[in-house]
Nanobody
């Protein structure tokens, strides 16, 4: 199994910053994409940002210019730097990775337990 452990959520005022971290552990042969999703009450889970093993990134339009995703492949860790936070960024943020556990294994999705981010006005 692959485990994802997140940290860094919390309460912040409008315009503030937070940094989320997520470390993947367990039996990992290939760690492909890593990313962050979020889900607010009554809304669908949406992809916020993702990063491939080679460093290619993508962002949802609403966070472009404010959020930065990065990863440390040696530490199998992905980060999400969130600046200029807005109330609409309030959500539970979930770490995600796509990984294979052996050379003949399929790629599978793995999820963290989620971390709450609350932006107060």
């Amino acid at each position: 199994q692959v485990q994802l452990v997140e940290s860094g959520g919390g309460l912040v005022q409008v315009g503030g910053s937070l940094r989320l971290s997520c470390r993947a552990s367990g039996t990992i042969f290939i760690l492909n994409s890593m990313g962050w999703y979020r889900q607010a009450p009554g809304k669908q889970r949406e992809l916020v940002a993702s990063i491939l093993s080679g460093g290619t990134t993508s962002y949802v339009d609403s966070v472009k210019g404010r959020f930065t995703i990065s990863r440390d492949n040696a530490k199998t860790t992905v980060y999400l730097q969130m600046d200029s936070l807005k109330p609409e960024d309030t959500s539970v943020y979930y770490c995600n990775c796509v990984a294979a556990q052996s050379s003949g294994d399929y790629y599978r999705n793995y999820w963290g337990q989620g971390t709450q981010v609350t932006v107060s006005s």
